[in-house]
């Protein structure tokens, strides 16, 4: 191999090895953001979670009147409806588990025209519900950010790749001699003798290295 094969080969991997670092730091920062979004939307959930059981205790108070009981809880269902709005605008409303979180939702908001249920078994069992199937949101969106995304993946398998080729053709000049200083000297400076028309010249008088005739080559050249 010439010196201006292994030359282009050394920057053709080079080139491939630096497009590969960066889309592994693209996307170990969308992993960063992912695991940001995680944080904030359990965040988000608790919030409506606790909001939830709070408006469920306080239907069961008496109220003197009902513009009481609606001065009362309205703050609570309007921050129960910001929380609701943040989670929905989160969560990809194609994935099974997002579905689920959201038709849970709406069934516990469609309780607040009915304090009975609100308060009994049902709000109950939808409190339960929505956040077992939370968790196992949030446990799902985790694996994907330990594991990372499908471009983070195949990227880190290319860099492995790439490394044992890097290490194969080092390998390879390292046996070939390619770059080798004394080599490339002595095959350049080599002269063949065989068919000269000088026929006082030997080979014991050609020299294999760049230096100029020696006196026996001038010598022999002038007969």
């Not at 513009?67 to 703050?75: Q, R």
């Not at 009975?116 to 949101?137: V, Y």
Request: proline share 3%.
């Amino acid at each position: 191999m010439s010196g201006g094969t292994a030359t282009l080969i050394a920057a053709i991997i080079a080139a491939a090895a630096s497009f590969i670092g960066l889309v592994l730091a693209k996307e170990q920062k969308i992993s960063e953001f992912r695991q940001s979004w995680i944080d904030d939307l359990r965040g988000e959930i608790s919030d409506y979670l606790s909001i939830f059981t709070q408006i469920r205790d306080e239907v069961q108070r008496n109220f003197s009147t009902q513009s009481e009981k609606i001065a009362h809880l309205s703050p609570m269902y309007s921050r129960l409806n910001r929380a609701s709005n943040l989670i929905r605008l989160r969560l990809n409303p194609e994935e099974d588990l997002s579905q689920d979180v959201v038709g849970l939702m709406d069934e516990m908001e469609n309780l607040s025209g009915d304090d009975t249920s609100l308060a009994g078994d049902a709000g109950d069992a939808l409190e339960n519900e929505l956040r077992e199937k939370s968790q196992q949101l949030l446990k799902c969106e985790w694996d994907r950010v330990r594991k990372g995304e499908d471009a983070y993946r195949n990227a880190k398998i290319a860099a492995s790749v790439i490394a044992l080729m890097m290490l194969g053709f080092l390998l390879y000049l390292l046996l070939a001699g390619v770059g080798d200083p004394e080599k490339k000297e002595g095959r350049a400076s080599q002269i063949i003798v065989e068919g000269d028309p000088h026929a006082g010249i030997t080979k014991e008088c050609v020299s294999h290295t760049a230096e100029p005739f020696t006196p026996c080559q001038r010598k022999n050249l002038t007969e």
